[in-house]
C-alpha cells in the first residue's frame, strides 16, 4: 500500500498526490516505513533484539514492513511507531542515513511546493 499526501479541501488535484514510490524507487510496493528503512532496522534490532539488517540489504525492494511480519513475532506497526518515537527522542535527524536524509528532504521539499 502506497500512503498518498493530498489535500482535496485545498484543492489541489490529482497531479499534486505525493506517493512513497516516488521517494523509495528500490522498493517494489512502498509503505511511509521505507523512508526510514536502515533506522527502523537498526531499532528492531535494539528493541527486539532481532538483526534483520542482512535480510533488508539481501531483499531490498521488498517492504521493511513485509521482513519485519515475517522476522519479528506478533510484529505491530503500532509498536514500531512508538519505539520510533522513543528513539526520536534521544536522536535527531542526523542520526538518519544520508539515503534517508535525501529521501525525507525530496519529499518535505515536495510537500512544501504543492502547498504554495
Known amino acids: 500500500m502506497s500512503y498518498n499526501v493530498a489535500y482535496p479541501e485545498l484543492g489541489l488535484g490529482n497531479k499534486n498526490i505525493l506517493r512513497t514510490k516516488d521517494y523509495c524507487q528500490n522498493v517494489t510496493s512502498p509503505e511511509i516505513e521505507d523512508l526510514l528503512r536502515d533506522t527502523l ?8 533484539s532481532i538483526d534483520c539488517k542482512s535480510i533488508a540489504d539481501s531483499q531490498s525492494t521488498r517492504g521493511i514492513v513485509s521482513i519485519f ?8 506497526k503500532y509498536d514500531l511507531a ?20 535525501s529521501n525525507w528532504t525530496k519529499l518535505i521539499e515536495n510537500i512544501n511546493k504543492v502547498l504554495k
Not at 532496522?41 to 527486539?48: A, K, Q
Not at 511480519?69 to 505491530?76: I, K
Request: charged share 30%.
Open 41 to 48: 532496522v537498526r531499532i528492531v534490532e535494539t528493541e527486539y
Open 69 to 76: 511480519q515475517s522476522q519479528v513475532p506478533n510484529f505491530s
Open 82 to 101: 512508538k519505539h520510533f518515537i522513543k528513539w526520536c527522542k534521544s536522536n535527531d535527524a542526523s542520526s538518519l542515513t544520508e539515503d534517508e536524509i
